[in-house]
């Protein structure tokens, strides 16, 4: 069993920058596939980054390429997804996910169900 817990959430204004984190309490942290999707009012979670066992691979959402860098630290068992040139669109609650699947298909991580454990989410709100 892994248990996620995300922090890092908050307001923010437009332009602005956030850095989220998210521990998890598992000791073979380099055996998963980490992911962060986001959803926001009314809408489907969707896909947001995600970092591969050893850290060497990373996939964004096309939304946030170019914004945003996920990174994972081995010594806390923590991932962390730096946010910056915050937009309106991104208010969301963000949530992290750990997968033990390989993947080995462009694009099958960017699904909610190649996921196994998920943490509650923390809110992100950008003020224009």
């Known amino acids: 069993q892994v248990q996620l817990v995300e922090s890092g959430g908050g307001l923010v204004q437009t332009g602005g920058s956030l850095r989220l984190s998210c521990e998890a309490s598992?000791?073979?942290?380099?055996?998963?596939?980490m992911g962060w999707f986001r959803q926001a009012p009314g809408k489907e979670r969707e896909f947001v980054a995600r970092?591969?066992?050893?850290?060497?691979?990373?996939e964004y959402a096309d939304s946030v390429k170019g914004r945003c860098t996920i990174s994972r630290e081995k010594a806390n068992n923590t991932v962390y997804l730096q946010m910056n040139s915050l937009k309106a669109d991104d208010t969301a609650v963000y949530y992290c996910?750990?997968?033990?699947?390989?993947?080995?298909?462009?694009?099958?991580?960017?699904?909610?169900?190649?996921?196994?454990?998920w943490g509650q989410g923390t809110q992100v709100t950008v003020s224009s």
């Open positions: 996910a750990a997968s033990a699947r390989i993947f080995t298909a462009n694009g099958a991580a960017r699904s909610t169900a190649a996921y196994d454990y």
């Open positions: 598992v000791r073979t942290f380099g055996y998963y596939t």
């Open positions: 970092i591969s066992r050893g850290g060497g691979t990373t």
